[in-house]
């Protein structure tokens, strides 16, 4: 996990944004606007989150937690 403990919340949104990205991306035309709005509310969710206001929250953490929810997400 590359030395970062990410809370589990955070985790699961990163997680659910690729699932939810990889639904977009496969969804039939004009049948993507719900997956949208979920992409910005994880977006949201992600970002805002206050792990990033910690010491730990350095860009290298928010790579390290991309990986990580992609290897989760895209077994």
């Known amino acids: ?3 970062h403990t ?3 919340d955070l ?3 990163q997680t659910a944004w690729y699932v939810t ?3 977009l991306a496969t969804a039939a035309p004009g049948a993507g ?3 949208r709005r979920r992409l910005l509310r994880l977006s949201r969710l992600i970002t805002s989150h206050p ?3 910690t010491s730990a929250g350095t860009p ?4 390290a ?3 990580l929810a992609r290897e989760s997400a895209c077994p």
Do not use: I, V
């Open 51 to 53: 792990y990033w206001q």
């Open 1 to 3: 996990m590359n030395g």
């Open 6 to 8: 990410f809370p589990t």
């Open 65 to 67: 937690l991309k990986e």
């Open 60 to 63: 290298a953490a928010r790579m």
């Open 21 to 23: 990205y990889r639904q």
């Open 11 to 13: 985790l699961e949104a």
């Open 33 to 35: 606007a719900a997956h």
